[in-house]
């Protein structure tokens, strides 16, 4: 079974600070990962996805993750917060032998302090 | 290039009622997904349509079906609806049932409250 977990419901940065936000995978299989946001009253919008191609993808908005299968690890991360980065973000797994059947995680709410 | 549509955004129902959400995919996606988001949650899968059938289900109870039309929209209902139904359900689309890191792309949602 897949699932992934995210670590921190909430996290607080500066305007210009680095931003970690922390997800774990559980998966038999080689995983298939995935990042979204979503603002509110919106649905999710895809962030960045892993391909097993390369281990750091870089996605949309200067937010890029980082493989890390010794860790079971996908966290995210952006070198310099903005405001409008102040959204709730879910790390996602997929499970393909399941007709690509998406598992989500619990979220994670970002805040960025002017 | 339309993305994920759904209607309506907001419904507001009363226990016991049935309702009917819709869903037109991304342009060129055959495959759509329902998923219920509770507030403070992740998205659960609800169930998966390909093809006009249903081929994934999440442990959702039977109250909630759904249908894909020959357009690839689909639809999702819900009969006997508790208060505990009242969430926002999201519809996504995606390219081909079970291609491999294939993403879903997401609608706005349905706010549905059940008083």
């Known amino acids: 079974a897949q699932s992934v977990t995210q670590l921190g419901s909430h996290v607080s940065v500066s305007e210009g600070a680095l931003v970690l936000l922390r997800c774990n995978y559980s998966s038999s299989v080689p995983p298939y990962l995935f990042w979204y946001v979503q603002y509110p009253n919106q649905g999710l919008q895809l962030l960045l996805k892993y391909t097993s191609a390369a281990t750091l993808v870089k996605g949309i908005n200067g937010f890029e993750a980082e493989f890390k299968k010794s860790e079971t690890s996908f966290h995210l991360t952006k070198p310099s917060a903005h405001m409008s980065d102040a959204a709730e973000y879910f790390c996602?797994?997929?499970?393909?032998?399941?007709?690509?059947?998406?598992?989500f995680g619990t979220g994670t709410s970002l805040t960025v302090i002017p | 290039d339309a993305g994920v549509t759904q209607s309506p955004t907001h419904l507001i129902k009363t226990r016991g009622q049935q309702v009917t959400l819709r869903c037109s995919p991304k342009s060129g996606h055959d495959t759509v997904s329902w998923y219920q988001q509770a507030l403070g949650q992740g998205p659960q899968f609800i169930f998966q349509?390909?093809?006009?059938?249903?081929?994934q289900r999440g442990n959702f109870p039977d109250r909630f079906s759904g249908h894909q039309f020959p357009n690839y929209s689909s639809e999702l209902n819900v009969n006997a609806l508790l208060l505990g139904d009242s969430a926002l359900y999201l519809c996504?689309?995606?390219?081909?049932?079970?291609?491999?890191?294939?993403?879903?792309?997401f609608g706005n949602g349905t706010r549905l409250t059940v008083t």
């Open positions: 996504a689309s995606s390219l081909g049932q079970g291609r491999k890191n294939s993403p879903l792309h």
């Open positions: 349509y390909y093809e006009e059938e249903e081929r």
């Open positions: 996602a797994v997929s499970d393909y032998e399941a007709g690509n059947q998406f598992y």
